[in-house]
């Protein structure tokens, strides 16, 4: 299994935040092993669920899904599109970033629809990056490489645009993020970040905004009903996402972290559902909730200065 902080030499880089090292350590190992047992076309988001949005990517594309999918995730990509000044023909010249991009389909779906010049995926599961180049990479414009949000491994102002989806809230050091975005935009690039928020982190990431004074924020969506949409298709009985979730075949383990249908998977707890299984573990005290007190998703859009 992959070890992120060896890979990259963490242990000096967290010295100052207490427990970051366990913390990568723990994702890495986490999501290293979900990639041992995902399908070819599995994102790892809650996806999202918005009528308008899904005529727009229809338009673009018909049939965008073409049946593989439910089309949740696509629509969650598409809107960190949301807010970007770019006309199709200048799409074909950036240089995108994605921090976080698990096995890298929601990158490989953007770049086929926008077609930018050049697209690379980052993630700190070993094994994750290796499917993905594996399956989608597509020579120097799409491709992907081990490493850590905090310690991006490319030069200053490499890239036009950044994209986040659904990974920040792992991060131990999300201020060391947002300068290592900073650096390796380009001026005038952009920043597009959607995630989920407890209060804490939110109050948090409301701060960064004003400390970070070489962002300017431009764009800014609450899409908690549009995700919990999807969470709520995604877990009713004979979903696309619960047969799909039968057909995997997956070690025990996962399945009991997973839940019944695979609700923690899904995001079960943002929407306040709860299977069988997992009160049971709760009220056997077998482990904690899956995931935090989430209030909110959001979409934010940054420029750099
Ligand atoms: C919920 S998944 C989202 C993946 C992908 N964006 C998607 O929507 O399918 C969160 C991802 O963030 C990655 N991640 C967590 N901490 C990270 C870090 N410090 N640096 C880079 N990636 C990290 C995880 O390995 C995982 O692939």
Same mark, same amino acid.
């Given at each position: 299994?992959?070890?992120?902080?060896?890979?990259?030499? &963490?242990?000096?880089?967290?010295?100052?935040?207490?427990?970051?090292?366990?913390?990568?350590? #723990?994702?890495?190992?986490?999501?290293?092993?979900? +990639?041992?047992?995902?399908?070819?076309?599995?994102?790892?988001?809650?996806?999202?669920?918005?009528?308008?949005?899904?005529?727009? $990517?229809?338009?673009?594309?018909?049939?965008?899904?073409?049946?593989?999918?439910?089309?949740?995730?696509?629509? &969650?990509?598409?809107?960190?599109? /949301?807010? &970007?000044?770019?006309?199709?023909?200048?799409?074909?010249?950036?240089?995108?970033?994605?921090?976080?991009?698990?096995?890298?389909?929601?990158?490989?779906? $953007?770049? !086929?629809?926008?077609?930018?010049?050049? *697209?690379?995926?980052?993630?700190?599961?070993? *094994?994750?990056?290796?499917?993905?180049?594996?399956?989608? +990479?597509?020579?120097? !414009?799409?491709?992907?490489?081990?490493?850590?949000?905090?310690?991006?491994?490319?030069?200053?102002?490499?890239?036009?645009?950044?994209?986040?989806?659904?990974?920040?809230h792992?991060?131990?050091?999300?201020? /060391?993020?947002?300068?290592?975005?900073? %650096?390796?935009?380009?001026?005038?690039?952009?920043?597009?970040?959607?995630d989920v928020y407890d209060s804490r982190s939110y109050a948090r990431f409301? #701060? $960064?905004?004003?400390?970070?004074?070489?962002?300017?924020? =431009?764009?800014?969506?609450?899409?908690?009903?549009?995700?919990?949409?999807?969470? /709520?298709?995604?877990?009713?009985?004979?979903?696309?996402? %619960?047969?799909?979730? #039968? !057909?995997?075949?997956?070690? =025990?383990?996962? /399945? =009991? =972290?997973?839940?019944?249908?695979? +609700?923690?998977?899904?995001?079960?707890?943002f929407?306040?559902?709860?299977?069988? $299984?997992?009160?049971?573990?709760? &009220?056997? %005290?077998?482990?904690?909730?899956?995931v935090g007190q989430y209030e909110s998703y959001?979409?934010?859009?940054? %420029?750099? #200065?």
């Open positions: 299994m992959t070890n992120g902080n060896a890979a990259t030499g &963490l242990r000096d880089l967290n010295a100052g935040i207490p427990g970051a090292d366990q913390i990568k350590g #723990a994702v890495s190992a986490v999501y290293d092993d979900v +990639a041992s047992w995902s399908r070819t076309g599995d994102f790892w988001n809650w996806g999202m669920h918005c009528p308008e949005l899904l005529n727009e $990517l229809t338009d673009i594309c018909p049939n965008f899904n073409a049946g593989v999918s439910d089309g949740f995730s696509e629509q &969650l990509y598409f809107q960190t599109l /949301r807010g &970007l000044p770019y006309s199709k023909n200048e799409f074909r010249s950036l240089n995108v970033l994605e921090v976080g991009c698990g096995m890298g389909e929601g990158l490989n779906f $953007l770049s !086929r629809l926008v077609d930018p010049a050049r *697209a690379v995926g980052l993630d700190l599961s070993g *094994a994750a990056i290796r499917r993905a180049n594996a399956l989608l +990479a597509r020579g120097d !414009r799409l491709t992907y490489v081990e490493g850590d949000a905090e310690r991006l491994p490319f030069s200053d102002g490499e890239f036009d645009l950044v994209i986040n989806v659904e990974s920040s792992n991060y131990p050091d999300v201020e /060391r993020f947002f300068g290592e975005v900073v %650096r390796v935009l380009k001026p005038g690039g952009h920043f597009s970040i959607i409301g #701060a $960064l905004q004003q400390e970070v004074g070489e962002l300017t924020w =431009i764009h800014e969506r609450d899409v908690t009903e549009n995700v919990k949409s999807s969470i /709520r298709q995604r877990m009713a009985p004979g979903s696309f996402f %619960r047969k799909e979730y #039968a !057909r995997k075949q997956m070690p =025990i383990r996962a /399945r =009991i =972290i997973g839940g019944l249908g695979g +609700a923690h998977y899904a995001g079960a707890d929407i306040g559902h709860r299977d069988a $299984l997992s009160r049971v573990l709760e &009220l056997a %005290r077998v482990r904690p909730k899956f959001r979409h934010h859009l940054a %420029r750099r #200065a």
